[in-house]
């Protein structure tokens, strides 16, 4: 009895296996009739880079620079005077006071058949010979000539005297053309080793470093010292980017390098061949973020998105009607989410252009058309350096801050001129104000979109926007002549 229930478990247990073994094998037939049936999308993941490597790598060059340095006075500061180590110092230096050369290395890539190449600004800056080393190198460098830079890009253009050369063109950096998790492929020369390839993907786009134009593709793809300046490539041979930084606690790639995208580059190297300059679009306003607290403050907007403007001086935006208060929507067709989306769109548009330009206004959609300038000769003359900032008081009373109509003291106690409003004179640490970057010394110019220049018109205005039933008050303040909004949360 009890070998026959044996024998019946184990068959039971041979049944499950057989099925099992069955379910195994059906499995694997479906997922060779899905591989069959769909080739198309394992061809998208390239066996080997080989062949583009082999197509692009003629188009790469290194880049060396040497650049004079002024020479020391001497070993100052390394050992004592009259130290025994004094002469040998000395002579490592060379002669007290003799110029030295300093070279570096960089990558680039040619671009055009005559001799145009792209290279990162920081790589030749200052640098008084430029030599370029073509693919497979070992050959001598040859001269270039400096045709312009962009620092803020960190885009050069440089040119050889030479012709039919293999280059290569710009591609689509945009979201359809570079997508987060597509192949790309660096090229340059990491740590002056010479020619070297690497691959990696997509990691992000649009990031933003420290520049005011920066829409930096970031990639895993190994980018070390030396990659400056080099391709970033998509899988057809084109530049989507232009290798420019790393994030790294020890100076090599961990894999999150940023390159320069090619839709910034483009635009950059085109003003740069032609003008040997940048020529940028330039509107006339001064803006900031819209903040989330802003929205229930600001009449008509629903998201925290747009450019609010904070000062319209003389020029191109004054001109066409936009006034301190608006919250730009719209610019040339295109919504905009933010302040860097507006100042890169703009920055890109001709000198000259015709834009329409939509604003909220008072709860209201507005149409402009602004006709562009020109930033580089117009900023500096609209926007002079602003004074130094007072310094920062202490605690205290209406929504946090203890307010005082504007006396000649106060004028010249924060160095206020040419401004009327309300000056804070001090601040509660613990409030909203504080915590919103309000100091003593700021200029409370408008509440609620209407000027104060006493407390009873500020208070006023509180009371207004609880009537209306708001929980915040969009406040000017103007510091040091830089104006801004700031919402305040109402007590």
Do not use: C
């Amino acid at each position: 009895m009890t070998s026959q229930v044996l024998v019946a478990q184990q068959s039971q247990t041979e049944g499950r296996g057989f099925l099992m073994t069955l379910m195994t094998s059906a499995a694997l037939a479906v997922a060779l009739a899905l591989s069959q049936a769909a080739p198309s999308e394992a061809q998208t993941r390239p066996v080997t880079f080989a062949d583009l490597a082999e197509q692009v790598s003629p188009s790469v060059v290194n880049i060396t620079t040497s650049t004079t340095i002024a020479g020391r006075a001497g070993p100052q500061g390394v050992v004592p005077e009259g130290s025994p180590f004094e002469d040998f110092f000395n002579d490592l230096q060379g002669p007290e006071g003799a110029p030295r050369k300093s070279s570096a290395l960089g990558s680039g890539f040619v671009i055009s058949e005559d001799g145009y190449i792209v290279t990162n600004n920081h790589v030749i800056e200052g640098a008084d010979e430029i030599l370029i080393e073509f693919f497979p190198g070992g050959g001598e460098g040859v001269p270039a000539e400096l045709v312009g830079t962009d620092p803020n890009t960190d885009i050069a253009v440089l040119k050889v005297d030479m012709t039919d050369l293999p280059f290569v063109s710009f591609g689509d950096s945009n979201a359809d053309g570079a997508r987060v998790g597509d192949w790309v492929m660096a090229m340059g020369n990491p740590l002056g080793q010479g020619f070297s390839v690497s691959a990696g993907i997509v990691s992000a786009r649009n990031r933003a470093l420290s520049g005011t134009y920066d829409d930096y593709i970031q990639t895993d793809a190994a980018i070390n010292r030396g990659n400056s300046g080099g391709p970033l490539f998509n899988m057809d041979g084109e530049v989507v980017g232009v290798n420019t930084a790393i994030l790294s606690p020890n100076g090599g790639s961990i894999g999150i390098g940023f390159a320069m995208s090619s839709a910034v580059v483009t635009n950059v190297v085109d003003q740069l061949k032609e003008f040997g300059e940048t020529r940028r679009g330039w509107l006339g306003v001064r803006i900031q973020d819209v903040t989330p607290d802003m929205v229930d403050a600001i009449d008509g907007l629903e998201m925290a998105s747009g450019a609010l403007v904070t000062d319209v001086p003389a020029g191109p935006a004054e001109d066409a009607g936009m006034l301190g208060g608006d919250v730009i929507t719209t610019f040339d067709g295109i919504a905009i989410g933010d302040t860097k989306e507006l100042v890169r769109i703009v920055g890109n548009s001709p000198v000259g252009k015709e834009v329409p330009v939509i604003v909220l206004r008072n709860g209201d959609a507005v149409d402009l058309t602004v006709v562009l300038g020109r930033r580089e000769t117009s900023e500096a003359v609209a926007f002079p350096a602003a004074a130094e900032e007072p310094e920062v008081a202490e605690p205290s009373n209406i929504l946090g801050m203890t307010l005082s109509e504007l006396t000649p003291e106060l004028e010249e106690q924060f160095s206020i001129s040419g401004v009327t409003g309300l000056v804070i004179t001090q601040i509660d640490p613990a409030s909203d104000a504080a915590s919103k970057g309000l100091v003593a010394g700021d200029i409370i110019v408008e509440a609620g979109r209407v000027a104060v220049t006493t407390v009873a018109q500020f208070e006023e205005q509180i009371e207004a926007a609880k009537e209306a039933g708001r929980k915040s008050l969009l406040l000017l303040l103007r510091r040091g002549g830089d104006p801004r909004f700031e919402a305040l949360v109402l007590e």
